[in-house]
């Protein structure tokens, strides 16, 4: 009964790797988003997508690609991991449109480790 | 510039004594949310409560309470008889409706509660 979930929960992966992270929400929300928690837990914003399109776009390498195959799943893909990518990434949904301030469900997160 | 700002960055506690979080925030919108998040050693993040800008009224749910203060901008948290499983870092946060900003959480940098037995 996971409501928002994320996979893998922890990558480990060296330097210049391409990765990617997964998240599912099963609450019939329209909007998704991913969010970075680095070293010091401070949390910002990266992306959000609603009903398949791209509505935030923050100040994000473009090492950084999300895709949405549909409104349900959010995928993140990682090119050419740098050390400074290591940090937790929260998936999240939110039930209203594009825009919204609705209440944001997270997900587990996932633990990146570049070496 | 940072919108939510949390300046206790830990607070240290003895089981059954009560803890208040402060948040002070920012913003130029007269129509925006706050937000309170739970963050468990186990990582995951837990929404605790939403408030909108035209509701001030105190809320209350079982040891939680929560003070609002447009006059002072201030959303505080507390929790009354602090228990063991109340150890976390808590997050205040704000959603603005304004545009540019819409659909953002705009977090603080949260406040490590610590609860000892």
């Known amino acids: 009964d996971t409501a928002v979930s994320q996979t893998p929960k922890y990558l480990v992966t060296q330097m210049g790797n391409d990765k990617s992270i997964k998240c599912e929400q099963n609450?019939?929300?329209?909007?998704m988003y991913w969010y970075k928690q680095d070293s010091k837990k401070f949390l910002k914003i990266m992306f959000s997508?609603?009903?398949?399109?791209?509505?935030i776009n923050e100040t994000v390498p473009n090492r950084f690609s999300p895709k949405s195959p549909d409104k349900a799943h959010l995928n993140l893909h990682i090119n050419s991991l740098e050390l400074g990518d290591s940090a937790v990434y929260f998936c999240?949904?939110?039930?209203?449109?594009?825009?919204?301030?609705?209440?944001?469900?997270f997900g587990p997160g996932t633990r990146l480790t570049v070496l | 510039a940072q919108k939510v700002t949390q300046a206790q960055t830990e607070i240290s506690v003895v089981e059954k004594e009560d803890v208040t979080l402060d948040c002070v925030y920012e913003?130029?919108?007269?129509?925006?949310?706050l937000f309170w998040y739970k963050q468990p050693p186990s990582g995951e993040l837990v929404f605790l409560i939403r408030?909108?800008?035209?509701?001030?009224q105190n809320e209350i749910s079982g040891r939680y309470s929560w003070n609002f203060q447009k006059s002072t901008s201030s959303f505080n948290f507390t929790i009354t008889a602090s228990q063991v499983v109340d150890s976390a870092v808590y997050f205040c946060?704000?959603?603005?409706?304004?545009?540019?900003?819409?659909?953002?959480?705009?977090f603080g940098a949260g406040t490590q509660v610590v609860v000892t037995p």
């Open positions: 999240a949904s939110s039930p209203g449109g594009a825009r919204t301030t609705d209440t944001q469900y």
């Open positions: 609450l019939g929300h329209d909007t």
């Open positions: 997508y609603n009903n398949k399109e791209l509505i």
């Open positions: 913003t130029r919108d007269t129509t925006y949310y």
């Open positions: 408030r909108n800008s035209f509701d001030e």
């Open positions: 946060a704000l959603s603005e409706a304004a545009t540019d900003s819409w659909g953002k959480l705009q």
